[in-house]
C-alpha cells in the first residue's frame, strides 16, 4: 500500500535543487569582483524534472557506452556587465536566493502534508 510514494522523493528533489541554487547563488556573490568570472545557474525545478524523465543516465560504467548523466546541471547565464568582463549582478543574485529559499520551503510544506497525510491514513486503519 505503502511501498512506492513517489511525493516525498519528488519533495527531496526538490529541496535537494533549491539548495544547490542557492549555492550557486552564494558562490556567484563570493566572486563578484572577480575579473572574467562568469556568474552560473541552474534551470528551474520543473525544466530540470522534466528534462531527467526524457534523458536516461548509466547506472554503471559500460552501460549507455559508458555514458554518466550529471546530478547538478549549470550553465552561464548574461552577457559581461562590468568593464572588466564579470557577469554577476547583486541584485539578480539576491532574487536567485529569495526563488530557491521559496522553493525550499515549498518543498518542506509539501513534506509535512504529506508525512500529516500519511498519518491520518495510517491511525485510521
Given at each position: ?23 550557486l ?52 547565464r ?33 513534506y ?13 486503519t
Amino acid at each position: 500500500m505503502f511501498s512506492n510514494l513517489d511525493v516525498f522523493s519528488t519533495a527531496m528533489s526538490m529541496a535537494r535543487h533549491a539548495g544547490h541554487k542557492q549555492a550557486l547563488s552564494a558562490q556567484n556573490i563570493a566572486n563578484a569582483d572577480t575579473p572574467g568570472y562568469r556568474a552560473r545557474d541552474l534551470p528551474d525545478f520543473a525544466t530540470t524534472v522534466q528534462n531527467r524523465l526524457m534523458d536516461q543516465r548509466a547506472t554503471r560504467e559500460t552501460h549507455m557506452n559508458g555514458s554518466r548523466g550529471s546530478l547538478v546541471v549549470s550553465e552561464t547565464r548574461r552577457e559581461a556587465q562590468d568593464p572588466n568582463g564579470n557577469t554577476v549582478s547583486l541584485e539578480l543574485e539576491m532574487i536567485e536566493a529569495v526563488e530557491a529559499k521559496r522553493q525550499n520551503d515549498r518543498a518542506m510544506a509539501i513534506y509535512r502534508n504529506a508525512m500529516t497525510l500519511l498519518r491520518t491514513a495510517v491511525s485510521r486503519t
